[in-house]
């Protein structure tokens, strides 16, 4: 099973290479959409690389700003989804 911090920094390098920004230009506390880092479709794409990434089916309803609503949030969603 993938440690929080392995989990991060996976997100954290997709999120770098997909959307052209580096580490230290987003807090990983706070919304990536509220920092213009990444939209609407940036979220899809992040869902996707969830799903493939670490097997984890994205719902509709997972969908929301409790879970995607920084990196930190998405990383504690991939961990309670794994188990």
Do not use: H, W, Y
Request: aromatic residues 8%; hydrophobic residues 45%.
């Amino acid at each position: 099973m993938l440690m929080e911090k392995e989990i991060q920094d996976k997100l954290v390098a997709f999120i770098c290479e997909s959307f052209m920004v580096e580490p230290d230009e987003f807090n990983l506390e706070e919304s990536l959409v509220d920092q213009g880092v990444i939209d609407s479709i940036g979220l899809v794409e992040i869902s996707a690389f969830i799903e493939e990434t670490f097997g984890i089916k994205v719902a509709e309803t997972d969908m929301t700003r409790q879970n995607f609503g920084s990196v930190k949030k998405m990383v504690a969603f991939i961990v309670s989804k794994n188990g």
